[in-house]
């Protein structure tokens, strides 16, 4: 079944991919160093950090931006 | 100035892991808000956000051909105008493929036209899509598949397509120039070109770890490269008035930016050396 | 009723105005120009409450069209043989994003070499595209085919755009009294358009034109196979509600003093008329010809042509257009679809004229048949 010229009426619904098992490296903020600048939650391409800084793992790809602008260098990425 | 906390484009899409045109597309859709309809060309952005029955855009949605995205928001503009809804925003993302070659033309004629809408093009300067060819956006001396350096070429011969200038010279309200890695910069003019009454134009420059040869962790790195050597310059020109809205404190040195992609590894110091020289001409007539 | 002498493109315009499209993006070719220079008039004297788009190429017309019935909007173009043929990528977008597009198409030759004049190559070569066809005999079919034609494609079954074909030059740049309808009838017979299948509207998000892997793109067009066949139906039943309101009635082919005929030949557009003449001519003599009229080529209306034709002993069928090495295409869709004796003629390419010897000459060959299928009328020595 596809939808009359496959128009797709579900927004977000991207949201059903999973891409958190593309990666190799997985980020670790950490909540102490943390300054809240958003530079993390700016530069993210899945936009899968959240205003509290949760990092949503089942969208991070493990790309690593977030770790390379950290200014106070509270996130580390670790090998899965 | 008011930028939501939504995402109005959704995680689990399939671009690369570190990907700069949907940060892009993140930060603008934030200063758009929700009351906005979006335009596709076909490109990597529309490929990997909307594999059927998946869709990343959380805002309404339109992509039909290659290089007629320009073409297509002149109608999306005209029936929203004719159903009252003035205040609906539309904006196209065509890649710099689908803007400044094969869609040059659906650009100009809705630039003419005057059409109430945001044109950004997301320009990682070269086909990336369908895999890093070279458009009239690729720079000088950079290495693509249809422009690869060999024993006699050096890659890229011709400069890049000036198309913030063409756009200009089309009488458009708003132009500007912008970087993903200057957030506030981009969001401020993307802000700006909301509230210009007729057509606005936004050339966002945006690193593409796999055609540039990088690694992804490095995007937003690149693109301040870009800026502070010079290479990428931003500025915005509002009714006809230039403006250099950022100037790098220190300019650095090409070879910094140049040495850090694959794509121009295979430069000699000649070559760099033109490089260096025709970004001091331009930085130095405009003061950076 | 009060007849009014004008031609088939100002015809065109009369009934755009009356459908009211809310988005008319055009751009000028010869011999539809006319179209858009009398609705661009239209428009400017608030006759139609539209927003027309000077788009800069045929491609941004049909792309701007697709972007504004998108949104929801009745939307319309016009345009000819190079416009359409620059348009063909979009055509096949429209088709399949369901969009339903109401389109004029006066048939002009395709060039290499150019041609300004008249023939059916143009809208013949997009018969792939999914889009429904109608060919009109005059300026008449032409305003009535157009508002059927919207009724139809904006019918939740069938979701497929139009194409109304009229013959560049010879319908386009002649007058005839044309009976324009009422305001209020229109709308009796057409309703607003109101879709659910795809709009723009931040109410309620959706993604159009995605795009479609293995799994299921062929899904997407043997949907397009179920809505053209079922739009047969549709068809049938805007006809019949047309023909109620109007007093004039449509159907997918017209017979002319076919039904006891012994040769029939088969065509389509304003060389019919001619044909009538000739038709009338010889049964005057006495002979049993007839004349059967294909108005509606797609959907294929493989029964009705059939019905039509199969009591004749031998059919000719002129084509206004060639596939090279294969013949004339009506020709060869009806010998693929049913099983009749039917001999093909090529006439008219770029123009050329067809005078009533000519077809004579074509049913003196449909009696006494040499070949499947030749071209009439060329100025050569040896063919």
Known sequence: MVSVGAAVKEPGSTRKNKTGSW?????????????????????????????????????????????????????????? | MEISDKEFFAPG?????????????????????????????????EVISTPYPETAWEIPWMHVAFENAAAVASGVEAALKSQGKTDTTVVVFGGDGGTADIGLQALSGAMERGHNLIYICYDNEAYMNTGIQRSGATPYGASTTTSPHGKESFGED??????????????????????????????????????????????????????????????????????????WILYEIEEGEFKVTYRPIQRKAVNEYLNAQKRFKHLTDLEKERIQSHVDAICIELKI | ???????????????????????????????????????????????????????????????????????????????SSQGLALMHEIIFAAAGLRAPIVMADANRALSAPLSIWNDQQDSISERDSGWMQIYAENGQEALDSILISYRVSEDKEVLLPSMVCIDGFIL????????????????????????????????????????????????????????????????????????????????????????????????????????????????????????????????????????????????????????????????????????????????????????PEHIKEIIEKTKNPTTQSQWIGLNKEDI
Not at chain 2, 28 to 35: D, I, S, Y
Not at chain 2, 195 to 203: F, K, L, M, T
Not at chain 3, 44 to 73: F, N, P, Q, W
Not at chain 3, 192 to 215: Q, V
């Open chain 2, 13 to 45: 899409h399939r671009a690369c892991a570190g990907c700069g045109a949907t940060i892009g597309v993140r930060l603008a859709l934030k200063v758009l808000g929700e009351n906005t309809v979006a335009i596709s060309a076909t490109g990597c952005l």
């Open chain 3, 172 to 355: 386009t740049h002649t007058v005839e009294p044309v009976d324009v309808p009422g305001k209020e009838d229109v709308d009796k017979f057409l309703p607003l358009y109101k879709p659910d299948h795809a709009y723009l509207d931040p109410k309620r998000p959706m993604s159009i034109g995605t795009f479609t892997d293995p799994n299921y793109y062929m899904e997407a067009r043997h949907d397009m196979e179920v809505a053209l066949e079922g739009a047969k139906k549709v068809i049938t039943k805007a006809n019949s509600e047309f023909a109620e309101i109007f007093g004039r009635k449509y159907d997918f082919v017209e017979k002319y003093r076919s039904d006891d005929a012994d040769i029939i030949l088969v065509a389509m557009g304003s060389i019919c008329s001619s044909i009538k003449d000739v038709v009338d001519e010889l049964r005057d003599k006495g002979e049993k010809i007839g004349l059967v009229r294909v108005r509606v080529f797609r959907p294929f209306p493989t029964d009705e042509i059939y019905e039509a034709i199969k009591g004749a002993s031998k059919i000719g069928v002129l084509d206004k257009n060639v596939s090279f090495s294969i013949g004339g295409v009506l020709h060869n869709e009806i010998k693929a679809k049913m099983d009749v004796d039917a001999y093909g003629f090529i006439v008219g390419l770029g123009g050329r004229d067809i005078k």
């Open chain 2, 158 to 231: 011709k400069p890049k397509k000036n198309m913030p200038m063409i756009m200009a010279a089309h009488g458009v309200p708003y132009v500007a120039t912008a970087s993903i890695s200057y957030p506030e910069d981009f969001m401020k003019k993307v802000k700006k070109a909301a509230e210009v009454e007729g057509p606005a134009y936004i050339h966002l420059q945006q690193p593409c770890t796999t055609g540039w040869g990088y690694n992804p962790a490095k995007t937003i790195e690149l693109g301040r490269l870009a800026v502070e050597t010079g290479s």
């Open chain 3, 1 to 79: 009723m009060v007849l009014k002498v004008m031609s088939a493109n100002q015809a065109i315009a009369e009934a755009v105005k009356l459908a009211n499209p809310n988005v008319i993006p055009v751009y000028p070719i010869t011999p539809q120009t006319t179209i858009s220079e009398y609705l661009a008039k239209f428009v400017a004297d608030g006759d139609i409450k539209a927003e027309y788009i000077r788009v800069e190429s045929e491609h941004s017309a049909i792309s701007a069209c697709l972007g504004a019935s998108g949104t929801g909007v009745r939307v319309f173009t016009a345009t």
């Open chain 1, 23 to 80: 990666r190799t490296f997985k980020p670790i903020l950490d909540k102490e160093k943390c300054i809240e600048c958003e530079n993390c939650i700016m530069f993210c391409p899945e936009g899968c950090i959240n205003k509290d800084y949760d990092i949503d793992y089942d969208y991070c790809k493990g790309c690593g931006i977030c770790e390379e602008e950290c200014p106070v260098k509270a996130i580390k990425m670790e090998r899965e």
